[in-house]
C-alpha cells in the first residue's frame, strides 16, 4: 500500500504527514493528489476537528519534484490541476490547519505550510521561495501570502533573491506564528491541535474567511462582513453554549456543530 501521505489519529484531530524523505519529502503529481484525499478525509471525518501537517525526516517539503517535469509541458496546466486545488483544500477545510515545519520548507512547499491557519516552525527550519532559482514566480498562492503577510517591500525581496528565511526570522517578521525547539515541536503541534479540537469549529473558520477577506476590502466592506459573518456564528450551538457556559460559571463544552440548516 502506498505510504506516501501517513495519517495518524489524536484526540480530536488528525497528523498528516508527508512521507517521501529521499526527496525531501518533494511533491510529484500523484502525491500532491493523495495529499488532497487525505484533507479530504480529514474534512469529513466527524470526529477530527483540526489538522496537523508535516514532513517526515529533514524536510517539510521541498516543492515540486522536478524529476517529474517535462521541459515544455504547460506548466499552467499543472498548476491548475495540482498545486492550486492544494491550496484551495487547505482554505475550504472545515477545521483550522497546522504547519509544523520540521525542516526545510522550499518553493511550493514553503506556500504550502504559509497556507496553513497556523505555522509552527523548528528553530533548525528554513523557507526559501526557491522559484527565481530556475525562472519561476511563487506558486501554490506564493504571491498572496508573502504580500500579506510580510508585505510587498519584503514579498518582492524573497521571492526575487530566492534567500533562505530562518525559522526565527520568519517570526519576527509575522511570517509564521512561533518558532520552537526542534525536539519540541511535533508535541507543540499537537497540543496546539488538541485545544484547537476544543474550540468552536464553526468560529474559527468563519475567522479565517473574514481575516481573508480584509485583504480586499475597504473598511466599510469589511464590516459589512463582519455583520454577515458574526450573524452565522450567533446560530450556531457553539455560540449558545459559550453565551450559557458564561452565565453558569463553568468551562464551555463547545462541539464544533453548524447552525441547523433552516438558521444557516
Known amino acids: 500500500m502506498d505510504n506516501t501521505i501517513q495519517t495518524r489519529p489524536g484526540p480530536g484531530f488528525r497528523v498528516l504527514a508527508i512521507n517521501r524523505p529521499d526527496r525531501m519529502n518533494a511533491l510529484d503529481r500523484v502525491t500532491i493528489t493523495r495529499l488532497i484525499l487525505a484533507l479530504d478525509e480529514a474534512d469529513a471525518d466527524p470526529a477530527c476537528r483540526a489538522v496537523i501537517l508535516t514532513g517526515v525526516g529533514r524536510a517539510f517539503c521541498a516543492g515540486a519534484d522536478l524529476a517529474g517535469v517535462v521541459l515544455g509541458e504547460d506548466l499552467g496546466a499543472l498548476i491548475e490541476h495540482g498545486w ?149 456564528a450567533g446560530q450556531t450551538p457553539d455560540f449558545a453554549e459559550g453565551v450559557t457556559a458564561f452565565l453558569e460559571k463553568r468551562p464551555p463544552v463547545f462541539t464544533g456543530r453548524a447552525a441547523p440548516a433552516e438558521l444557516a
Not at 85 to 107: C, D, E, K, Y
Not at 153 to 172: D, F, G, H
Not at 174 to 195: N, S
Open 84 to 232: 492550486n486545488p492544494l491550496a484551495r483544500r487547505l482554505q475550504a477545510m472545515r477545521m483550522p490547519t497546522i504547519a509544523a515545519v520540521n525542516g526545510t520548507a522550499a518553493g511550493a512547499g514553503a506556500n504550502v505550510a504559509l497556507g496553513c491557519d497556523i505555522v509552527l516552525a523548528a528553530r533548525s527550519a528554513k523557507f526559501i521561495q526557491a522559484f527565481s532559482k530556475i525562472g519561476l514566480i511563487p506558486d501554490c498562492g506564493g504571491t498572496f501570502h508573502l504580500q500579506h503577510l510580510v508585505g510587498a517591500a519584503r514579498a518582492r525581496a524573497l521571492a526575487m533573491l530566492a534567500e533562505p528565511v530562518s525559522a526565527s526570522q520568519a517570526e519576527q517578521w509575522g511570517m509564521i506564528w512561533r518558532a520552537v525547539d526542534d525536539t519540541a515541536l511535533i508535541e507543540a503541534a499537537e497540543r496546539l491541535a488538541a485545544t484547537l479540537a476544543t474550540q468552536p469549529t464553526q468560529a474559527l473558520v468563519m475567522t479565517r474567511h473574514a481575516i481573508a477577506a480584509a485583504a480586499a476590502n475597504s473598511l466599510d466592506a469589511q464590516l459589512d462582513v463582519e455583520r454577515d459573518v458574526q450573524r452565522r
